[in-house]
């Protein structure tokens, strides 16, 4: 009997010896074919001043969008400012510049608050975002505003837009998607994978009267008098996302599309709020190109993000853009620099 259990404990090490042997010999096969694909910069942090302009605009119409659409956009500037590849975390700082600012007689003013920090490894990215626009123009695509004439304005507006995505990516061992986000890496060869993106995200939209003028709210149909519009959307979209390179230059395309879940409130100017659940699709547009050496690097790219919700007679669409042009360093790492996130909440 004791012979008989000692033979099955020393099989069982045995076996768990040569599972750890091979995970251990797989694991080195993909590291080098990832070398084959990937340079890394595991001893590096960077810095890239960048010039970069954002925006949410919102757009509604009748719900077949047999009418002309109203669109919504902030005057917004572009910003100026820095990114920063810091203890394995990204995040970028930036200020209102006056460059190609629009009449803001014509145009009005915007205000606009912006805050976002992310987080990429080999196979999972993960980003946080806070948004606040106050003060938008009014295009109404079946009205043709003159040069020189003002479009109707409205200050009173205020959209609020928080969330987070999350991300993961399947051929982790020969496609960089931080290649041409936070140039974490550089990709060495043309790669592409499959990539799922999921998202939580709640947006407000608030004014003091109705969004839609009178002569609209007629010409869209029932409950189009909304001064108020909340929802809290859940949403995962697959999608696939390729970096071409040609020696140092590379092209990044990035497209996701999948199923949203969206929870809506309503509420209109005079009157009590309504709920609603709604199903439908949302999707992630990038494109990206730039330089990536082993110290300097450059890029450009834009991002695009679209929800659309249709309750009652209404369409509502609302579209966050992103574009950044910015020339960075890869930069030695000494001291507390060595550190990664995690380190700073590991008890002394």
Do not use: C
Not at 91 to 100: D, Q
Not at 193 to 205: A, C
Request: aromatic content about 18%; overall charge positive.
């Amino acid at each position: 009997m004791i012979r008989k259990t000692g033979i099955s404990i020393l099989m069982l090490l045995l076996s768990y010896a040569g599972f750890a042997q091979y995970n251990q010999a797989a694991r080195q096969r993909r590291d080098s074919v990832r070398a084959q694909y990937i340079e890394e910069f595991p001893d590096d942090f960077s810095i890239w001043p960048l010039l970069k302009y954002r925006a949410l605009s919102f757009t509604i119409s009748d719900k077949n969008q047999d009418k002309p659409a109203m669109v919504f956009n902030p005057n917004n500037d572009f910003k100026v400012g820095a990114g920063f590849y810091l203890f394995e975390l990204s995040f970028e700082v930036s200020i209102s510049v006056p460059i190609a600012v629009r009449d803001e007689s014509i145009y009005g003013t915007s205000k606009a608050t912006d805050l976002q920090i992310n987080m990429l490894t080999k196979s999972f990215g993960l980003d946080l975002y806070y948004q606040k626009y106050s003060g938008f123009y009014k295009d109404d695509e079946g009205v043709k505003i003159p040069p020189g004439i003002a479009y109707p304005l409205r200050p009173d507006i205020v959209t609020r837009n928080l969330g987070v995505s999350a991300f993961y990516v399947w051929n982790n061992g020969k496609f960089s998607i931080r290649s041409s986000y936070n140039y974490a890496d550089r990709q060495k060869k043309s790669a592409g994978s499959f990539i799922l993106y999921g998202t939580i995200n709640s947006f407000t939209l608030g004014a003091d009267s109705a969004i839609i003028s009178n002569n609209k709210q007629a010409e869209y149909g029932s409950y189009t008098d909304f001064s108020h519009l909340r929802y809290t959307t859940f949403s995962l979209a697959p999608g696939y996302s390729y970096n071409l390179v040609l020696k140092r230059v590379f092209v990044n395309g990035t497209f996701a599309i999948g199923p949203a879940h969206h929870w809506v409130y309503y509420r209109p100017e005079n009157g009590r709020g309504h709920y609603d659940v709604i199903f439908n699709s949302s999707y992630t547009f990038r494109l990206a190109t730039g330089y990536s050496g082993h110290r300097f690097f450059t890029g450009a790219g834009i991002v695009i993000q679209s929800r659309v919700l249709k309750f009652q007679d209404i369409r509502f669409e609302n579209s966050t853009s992103v574009f950044r042009l910015l020339v960075g360093y890869r930069f030695r790492e000494k001291g507390f620099l060595k550190k990664r996130y995690f380190d700073f909440f590991k008890s002394s």
